[in-house]
C-alpha cells in the first residue's frame, strides 16, 4: 500500500522565537528552521510501515518555499522513496494547505495518509481533519498507535481523559501525537543516497487550487510579561507568602 | 448575529469546558445556541438548557453521534451551522477532532484556541507556543472557531431556561467505528478546571514519587499534572501532561516541582495566576516566571509542604 505523509518546515523547537519591531509577525530571518517535530513521528510511523512490509511506497509531500526542499530531503535520507514539493513564497492556511493535499492525493491516490497533529509555528491543529472532509476519508487524529488490518486501520487516539480507538476503513488519514514512536536520527550514507531520490516540483496553479484566504493576520504581538518573582529560602516562607501575600491558598 | 456552540459532554453531563465556551459565544454577542449531538444525550440537552444566556438548545439524539466521531458529527453540524454567523466549540480533544472538518466541509477557514474576543469579527489566539499572540480577523460567512477554556470566564451552570428543539442529519457516515477507551480514573479535580495544579517533572525520577504529590494535592484540593519528560519516562500516563502538546491550565496556583521549565511546558501553564516552582537547580528557567521560587531538594520541601499547608 502507498503511504502518502505530508511534513512542514517550521522554526526549530528549541529556538525562542521574538516577535518583530513593526508587530507583523515573528523574526524568521536567519533563525533555524528544521521538520516538524510531529512530522518527524509521521515519517518514522511510515518508516516502519513500510519496515513491517505493510506499505509499499511512501511518498512525501511538502507545500512551502524552494528551501523546504531541505525537509523532504531530510525525510528521503529517513526512509520516504520521493517526495513532492507543492512550491508556494507565501504562508498558506490550513485550509489552502489542506487543499493542495487533497489534490496530491487524487494524483498519488495512497491508502493511507500520515501527518502531524499541529505544526509547532501556527499551532493550528486543523490540516489533517480539514483534509479528512476534503478527501472524505476517515481520520485518526492524534494517534499514540496505528495497526493496519486488511482494508482498516486501528488507531489508538490520545484524548482528554485517556485512551480511545477507532477502526477507520482505508483510505484514511493519520494524524500523530509524540507518543506514538521514537523518531530516528538520519545516516550519514542515507543522507547521501537520499540526495539522488526523485524530488518533483509543482506549483498550486499547476494542480489547479487557488489558496485564497477568509482570514488574515492584523498585528503579532509579544505577550505580556510576568512581573519578576522572588526566591524563598524555606518552605515556612513559602506557605507565607503563599496565605498573606498571593492569599491563593 | 446568531450563534452555535457545540456542546462538550459525555452524554450524561455537560462538560464545564462548554460553560466556557459560551462565556466567549457572549462575549462576541447575539442569540446563542447550543448544538448536542450524542446518543441517549436527554440529560446533557437538559443541563445545557439551564446554562445562563443560551436561547435555544437543538438535540441530535442518534445511536452515529455517541461517541462523537467526526465522520459522523461533521456533517450533521456542517448542515445545521449554514445559517449561523459563528460556530464555536471548545479546544478540548474532541473539539479540535471535529471542528477543522465542519470547516472544510463549509469551504472556510478556522481559528483555533482564541483567547480574547476583539470584535465579532477579529481574534486574538496564541503561536508559537504562546510566545507570540495574533490579532486575526476572519471574512468568512460563517466564523468557525475553536475557544480555549482559560481564556474566558464560564457562564453560570443555571437560570437559564431555552428551549430544547429535537434536529436530525446525516447518520452514520460508515467510514469509521468506536473500538474502545481506557480512561485514567481520578478522584482529584480535573486538571483544566482545578483552582490549583500541582505537577511534577523528571526530577520527580520515578512514578512512585508522584505519590509526595498526591498527598500535597489532596491537602490542598488540588489536581495533579506533569511535564512531557515525567510522562515520557512513564511515571504517569499521558493524560497528566501540561504544555504545548497537552493541556493548557490556567489555575488560581501552580506548584511546578522538579520541572525545568522548557518552552513547550510553560505554553501550559504560564497564565496561571501565581507560580510557584520548587528546583534544586537555581539556574532552571522555570524561576524566570515563577512568582515564588524554592531552591531546595524536592524530596524534602514536598512533604514539608505537606506537613505545614
Do not use: W
Request: hydrophobic fraction near 45%; charge should be negative.
Amino acid at each position: 500500500m502507498k503511504v502518502l505523509v505530508a511534513v512542514k518546515r517550521v522554526v526549530d523547537y528549541n529556538v525562542k522565537v521574538r516577535v518583530k519591531a513593526d508587530n507583523s509577525g515573528v523574526d524568521l530571518a536567519n533563525v533555524k528552521m528544521s521538520m516538524n517535530p510531529f512530522c518527524e513521528i509521521a515519517v518514522e510511523e511510515a518508516v516502519r510501515l513500510k519496515e513491517k512490509g505493510v506499505a509499499s511506497e511512501i511518498v512525501v509531500v511538502t507545500i512551502g518555499p524552494a528551501t523546504a526542499q531541505e525537509q523532504l530531503r531530510t525525510a528521503l535520507a529517513l526512509g520516504a522513496d520521493r517526495a513532492i514539493l507543492v512550491e508556494s513564497a507565501d504562508e498558506l492556511n490550513s485550509l489552502a494547505v489542506a487543499k493542495l493535499l487533497k489534490a496530491v492525493v487524487d494524483k498519488e491516490q495512497p491508502q493511507l495518509v500520515i501527518m502531524g497533529k499541529q505544526a509547532i509555528d501556527s499551532d493550528n491543529n486543523q490540516t489533517g481533519q480539514m483534509l479528512g472532509a476534503l478527501t472524505g476519508f476517515g481520520q485518526g487524529t492524534f494517534a499514540s498507535k496505528v495497526e493496519v488490518a486488511g482494508d482498516k486501520v486501528n488507531v489508538t487516539r490520545e484524548i482528554d481523559g485517556g485512551l480511545q480507538t477507532v477502526a477507520l476503513n482505508l483510505p484514511a488519514i493519520v494524524t500523530t501525537d509524540l507518543r506514538l514512536n521514537e523518531p530516528r536520527y538520519a545516516s550519514l550514507p542515507n543522507i547521501m543516497k537520499a540526495k539522488k531520490k526523485p524530488l518533483e516540483t509543482v506549483t498550486p496553479d499547476a494542480l489547479g487550487v487557488s489558496t485564497a484566504s477568509t482570514v488574515k493576520t492584523l498585528k503579532v504581538e509579544a505577550p505580556a510579561t510576568r512581573s519578576a518573582g522572588i526566591k524563598v529560602k524555606s518552605v515556612a516562607e513559602l506557605i507565607e507568602k503563599l496565605k498573606n501575600e498571593a492569599k491563593v491558598i | 448575529m446568531t450563534i452555535l456552540v457545540i456542546a462538550e459532554h459525555t452524554n450524561a453531563a455537560l462538560a464545564a469546558a462548554t460553560l466556557n465556551t459560551v462565556g466567549a459565544a457572549a462575549k462576541i454577542g447575539g442569540d446563542i445556541h447550543v448544538l448536542v449531538a450524542g446518543s441517549a444525550c436527554g440529560a446533557a440537552a437538559e443541563a445545557a438548557a439551564k446554562v445562563a444566556g443560551v436561547a435555544k438548545v437543538l438535540v441530535a439524539d442518534n445511536a452515529a453521534y455517541e461517541h462523537q466521531l467526526p465522520e459522523n458529527v461533521a456533517p450533521l453540524v456542517a448542515e445545521l451551522g449554514q445559517g449561523y454567523s459563528h460556530i464555536l466549540a471548545a479546544a478540548t480533544s474532541n473539539g479540535k477532532n471535529i471542528l477543522p472538518r465542519v470547516a472544510a466541509a463549509l469551504d472556510v477557514d478556522q481559528i483555533s484556541e482564541i483567547i480574547a474576543v476583539e470584535s465579532a469579527d477579529t481574534f486574538k489566539r496564541p503561536i508559537y507556543a504562546g510566545n507570540a499572540i495574533a490579532t486575526v480577523q476572519s471574512s468568512a460567512s460563517v466564523k468557525v472557531i475553536t475557544v480555549r477554556a482559560t481564556g474566558f470566564d464560564p457562564v453560570a451552570a443555571e437560570g437559564g431556561s431555552a428551549a430544547v428543539e429535537a434536529v436530525s442529519g446525516a447518520a452514520d457516515a460508515g467510514k469509521s467505528a468506536f473500538v474502545g477507551e481506557e480512561l485514567a480514573k481520578s478522584d482529584r479535580p480535573e486538571l483544566t478546571a482545578a483552582k490549583i495544579v500541582v505537577s511534577g517533572g523528571r526530577g520527580m525520577q520515578n512514578g512512585d514519587n508522584f505519590k509526595h504529590l498526591y498527598a500535597l494535592a489532596d491537602k490542598l484540593g488540588a489536581a495533579v499534572g506533569a511535564s512531557r519528560a515525567a510522562v515520557d519516562a512513564g511515571f504517569v500516563p499521558n493524560d497528566m501532561q501540561v504544555g504545548q502538546t497537552g493541556k493548557i491550565v490556567a489555575p488560581q496556583l501552580y506548584i511546578a516541582v522538579g520541572i525545568s521549565g522548557a518552552i513547550q511546558h510553560l505554553a501550559g501553564m504560564k497564565d496561571s495566576k501565581v507560580i510557584v516552582a520548587i528546583n534544586k537547580d537555581e539556574e532552571a528557567p522555570i524561576f524566570q516566571v515563577a512568582d515564588y521560587g524554592l531552591v531546595a531538594d524536592l524530596f524534602e520541601a514536598v512533604p514539608e509542604l505537606e506537613k505545614l499547608v
